[in-house]
């Protein structure tokens, strides 16, 4: 499950201490010889919006801030939790708008796969694409025409 959302292309990066790339992987397998749990956080590109609309198109995760129960669960801050903070104070709190945190319950395997991959595509599609220079045309015009206002 957190490998799938690794590779996702609507996904920016995953936490997780069993992780290779976990900077505590060692710590957490000493500290947590079982395992660290069914409980893993990502950052879903389009930030805010993106994990607004990832929320409302799941069917099987439960949209619930507790966490660590027999059914999927997931939670993102920046549109429930902590909705009343700007960008600017949700990354001087360590919480990203892109941050999702996903429970994974006891339910069918492929099922708690597609549901967040149908959710995650559902998000992609509706979030905007930032203006940036890469998205300009080969050409820019290099100013905007005046308009007259009468």
Do not use: C
Not at 18 to 27: F, Y
Not at 40 to 57: L, Q
Not at 103 to 117: C, F, K, L, N, T
């Amino acid at each position: 499950m957190v490998d799938f959302r690794g590779g996702h292309e609507a996904v920016d990066w995953v936490t997780w201490p069993e992780r290779d790339d976990h900077p505590d992987k060692a710590l957490a397998a000493r500290l947590l010889p079982k395992g660290p749990g069914a409980i893993f956080s990502f950052g879903i590109k389009g930030g805010r919006d993106a994990g607004r609309i990832f929320i409302e198109k799941l069917g099987l995760f439960s949209h619930l801030a507790n966490v660590g129960d027999a059914k999927s669960l997931v939670i993102h801050p920046a549109s429930t939790t902590h909705q009343q903070m700007d960008a600017e104070s949700l990354r001087a709190a360590g919480i990203g708008e892109e941050l999702v945190s996903l429970s994974v319950g006891m339910e069918d395997v492929g099922d708690r796969i597609a549901d967040p991959d149908q959710a995650l595509k559902a998000a992609a599609r509706a979030t905007p694409v930032p203006y940036t220079h890469q998205l300009l045309p080969p050409n820019p015009p290099r100013a905007l025409p005046q308009l007259a206002l009468t």
